[in-house]
């Protein structure tokens, strides 16, 4: 059972330079997020899907972008990365909202030049 | 606006020790309260959660301690280990949103 399913797990960008990052649940979740993580500041929400064909924004949307493609599947796009958005981004995915447990994936490492 | 602060951030205990982490929120609409643990390079894991209907919650050698008329909920790791040098984090929500805060996390060092 692989659970949350995070690629790349390191990415190196130019800035201007645009990427997405791919996050796949096997757990049969409704709900989908995704977090970046900087040091002394915990984790802070970008997006979440509640459910299949719904996203909504979070704490820290600017600069992002994402599509539920299915119930397993939850992208993050980057259109044009700058240096602020250095961080290291997780998925996670929850049966149904907050208040459930939230499964993480690896994360992804990403470094903005 | 930050609402769950989370304290200290880092903290140095001997094995055996008892370490402890506290969390204060702002929101009293909060319902869900969860402890997550991560090791380096992983992601987080749900260590332990409570609501606040009781006060206390123990799984094994951690316990959640929770004062409602305070807004404080701590972590308290009995016998503490080497294995469970970590990073901590107290998170907050409501059990009908989607938006989980998480307190600014404690890095914990238990040295043997």
């Known amino acids: 059972n692989a659970g949350v399913t995070q690629t790349p797990k390191f990415q190196v960008l130019k800035t201007g330079q645009s990427m997405t990052l791919q996050c796949a649940q096997d757990?049969?979740?409704?709900?989908m997020y995704w977090y970046r993580q900087d040091p002394g500041m915990g984790l802070r929400l970008i997006y979440y899907?509640?459910?299949?064909?719904t996203t909504d924004k979070g704490e820290v949307p600017n600069g992002y972008n994402v599509s539920r493609l299915n119930k397993r599947e939850f992208s993050l796009r980057l259109e044009s990365a700058a240096p602020s958005q250095t961080s290291v981004y997780f998925c996670a995915s929850s049966e149904w909202g907050a208040g459930t447990e939230a499964f993480f994936g690896q994360g992804t490492r990403l470094t903005v030049v | 606006q930050q609402q769950v602060k989370q304290s200290p951030q880092s903290l140095i205990v001997q094995k055996g020790g008892i370490s402890i982490i506290n969390c204060a929120y702002e929101n009293t609409a909060f319902d869900y309260f969860p402890w997550y643990q991560q090791f380096p390079g992983k992601g987080p894991a749900l260590l332990i959660a409570i609501r606040p209907d009781v006060s206390e919650k123990k799984e094994g050698r951690f316990t959640i301690s929770f004062n409602k008329s305070a807004k404080q909920f701590s972590l308290h790791i009995m016998d503490s280990q080497p294995g469970d040098s970590a990073t901590y984090f107290c998170?907050?929500?409501?059990?009908?949103?989607?938006?989980?805060?998480f307190g600014s996390g404690t890095r914990l060092l238990v040295r043997p």
């Open positions: 757990m049969n979740h409704n709900s």
């Open positions: 998170a907050a929500s409501m059990d009908s949103s989607y938006k989980l805060i």
């Open positions: 899907s509640a459910s299949e064909g």
